[in-house]
C-alpha cells in the first residue's frame, strides 16, 4: 500500500460514513488527475500517417459528381497538405521528406513542398537583419 491510500484506509476504519464518502471523492480525484495527466502527455503522432487527411480530401473529391464541390474539396486537400509541409519543417523534417501519402500526387507533393519552403522562408526572414530594419519591407533577397 502507498502512503495516500494507507491513510485513506486508516481514516475510512476510524472514523464511519463521513470519512467514506470522502474516500470516494478522493478516488474521484485521483481518477481526474490520471485523466488529466493523460492528456498532457498524448502519444506520439504517427508518422506514417502523416498527410494522411489531404489523401482523403482527394479521394473524396475524385468521388464529387457536383464541380463547385469538387473543386472546393481539392482545394481543401491541397490546404491539408500545404499545412503539413509547414508542420514538417517546424518538426525538423528535410525538404524532401515529403509525406509517402502525398508523394505519389503530384498536386498534393508540389503543396508539401510549397508548406514546407514558406516555414522555411518565414524562419529565415524573421531571423534576417534586412528584413527587420524597421522599414517594415522584406529585403531584396526575400522580397
Ligand atoms: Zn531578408
Same mark, same amino acid.
Given at each position: 500500500?502507498?502512503?495516500?491510500?494507507?491513510?485513506?484506509? @486508516?481514516?475510512?476504519?476510524?472514523?464511519?460514513?463521513? !470519512? @467514506?464518502?470522502?474516500?470516494?471523492?478522493?478516488?474521484?480525484?485521483?481518477?481526474?488527475?490520471?485523466?488529466?495527466?493523460?492528456?498532457?502527455? $498524448?502519444?506520439?503522432?504517427?508518422?506514417?500517417?502523416?498527410?494522411? =487527411?489531404?489523401?482523403? @480530401?482527394?479521394?473524396?473529391?475524385?468521388?464529387?459528381?457536383?464541380?463547385?464541390?469538387?473543386?472546393?474539396?481539392? =482545394?481543401? &486537400?491541397?490546404?491539408?497538405?500545404?499545412?503539413?509541409?509547414?508542420? =514538417?519543417?517546424?518538426?525538423?523534417? =528535410? &525538404?524532401?521528406?515529403?509525406?509517402?501519402?502525398? &508523394?505519389?500526387?503530384?498536386?498534393?507533393?508540389?503543396?508539401?513542398?510549397?508548406?514546407?519552403?514558406?516555414?522555411?522562408?518565414?524562419?529565415?526572414?524573421? @531571423?534576417? !537583419?534586412?528584413?527587420?530594419?524597421? !522599414?517594415?519591407?522584406?529585403? $531584396?533577397?526575400?522580397?
Amino acid at each position: 500500500m502507498n502512503n495516500q491510500i494507507q491513510q485513506t484506509y @486508516a481514516r475510512t476504519t476510524s472514523s464511519g460514513s463521513v !470519512s @467514506a464518502s470522502k474516500t470516494l471523492l478522493n478516488v474521484k480525484e485521483m481518477t481526474m488527475a490520471n485523466t488529466v495527466q493523460t492528456i498532457a502527455t $498524448p502519444k506520439p503522432a504517427v508518422v506514417f500517417l502523416r498527410g494522411l =487527411d489531404a489523401r482523403v @480530401a482527394r479521394t473524396k473529391a475524385a468521388g464529387m459528381f457536383d464541380e463547385d464541390s469538387r473543386f472546393l474539396e481539392l =482545394d481543401h &486537400a491541397q490546404i491539408l497538405a500545404h499545412v503539413q509541409g509547414r508542420q =514538417d519543417f517546424t518538426r525538423g523534417r =528535410d &525538404a524532401d521528406d515529403v509525406p509517402p501519402l502525398l &508523394a505519389d500526387v503530384a498536386e498534393l507533393a508540389s503543396a508539401w513542398v510549397d508548406g514546407w519552403n514558406e516555414a522555411e522562408e518565414s524562419v529565415a526572414m524573421a @531571423a534576417c !537583419s534586412g528584413c527587420n530594419d524597421g !522599414s517594415g519591407n522584406p529585403c $531584396p533577397h526575400h522580397g
